[in-house]
T-cell receptor, first 113, second 116 residues
Framework: AQKVTQAQTEISVVEKEDVTLDCVYE???????LFWYKQPPSGELVFLIR??????QNEISGRYSWNFQKSTSSFNFTITASQVVDSAVYFC??????????FGGGTRLMVKP | EADIYQTPRYLVIGTGKKITLECSQT?????MYWYQQDPGMELHLIHY???????EKGDLSSESTVSRIRTEHFPLTLESARPSHTSQYLC???????????????FGAGSRLTVL
């Protein structure tokens, strides 16, 4: 069975602060894929990143960066210099080849001006 | 621009009514999904389809039903709505990325249902 845990239900920061959203996963598979999705107030889930289990290289995309640590089964997401537009619910998710996506419970990020 | 469309975006109805939530995608994806999202944010898979004439129940038991007569269309129906069905329903589709070996889902904007 697969499981994804996002321990932080809600985070509130002031604009320009850095913030890290935690994600811990459980799976028995050796090949699996990790994702982050963003859900703005408008409701749709927007795909942010995909990582496969063989690629532990961290990734940076603008103000976003992801830290994949297989040893601790974590796939954390950091937003640098947060902005009000970053306010959203963020979901971490996991699947293995052919299986359905398992989502974490989500972290609501509020960035205050 | 969205390639997966859900209608209606918002619906308020009375108990006992029959409703259909529409979902269409223009990407030619074989796999489609319905997720139910609690007010507390958690997403639960309620139905999925591998292709035309294929429908499966997801992890969360649901009184809704789905059909897949055409690749692009995956409607969800509630025969008799109840207040416990009040939720957001998200439709998604995906295709297998042979390069990465991953199954990336594209989501619609959601249908927010309120049953009085």
């Amino acid at each position: 069975a697969q499981k994804v845990t996002q321990a932080q239900t809600e985070i509130s920061v002031v604009e320009k602060e850095d913030v890290t959203l935690d994600c811990v996963y459980e799976t028995r598979d050796t090949t699996y894929y990790l994702f982050w999705y963003k859900q703005p107030p408008s409701g749709e889930l927007v795909f942010l990143i995909r990582r496969n289990s063989f690629d532990e290289q961290n990734e940076i995309s603008g103000r976003y960066s992801w830290n994949f640590q297989k040893s601790t089964s974590s796939f954390n997401f950091t937003i640098t210099a947060s902005q009000v537009v970053d306010s959203a619910v963020y979901f971490c998710a996991l699947n293995n080849a052919g299986n359905m996506l398992t989502f974490g419970g989500g972290t609501r990020l509020m960035v205050k001006p | 621009e969205a390639d997966i469309y859900q209608t209606p975006r918002y619906l308020v109805i009375g108990t006992g009514k029959k409703i259909t939530l529409e979902c269409s995608q223009t990407m030619g994806h074989d796999k489609m999904y319905w997720y139910q999202q609690d007010p507390g944010m958690e997403l639960h898979l309620i139905h999925y389809s591998y292709g035309v004439n294929s429908t499966e129940k997801g992890d969360l038991s649901s009184e809704s039903t789905v059909s897949r007569i055409r690749t692009e269309h995956f409607p969800l129906t509630l025969e008799s709505a109840r207040p416990s069905h009040t939720s957001q329903y998200l439709c998604a589709s995906s295709e297998w990325d042979s390069g990465s070996g991953a199954n990336v889902l594209t989501f619609g904007a959601g249908s927010r249902l309120t049953v009085l």
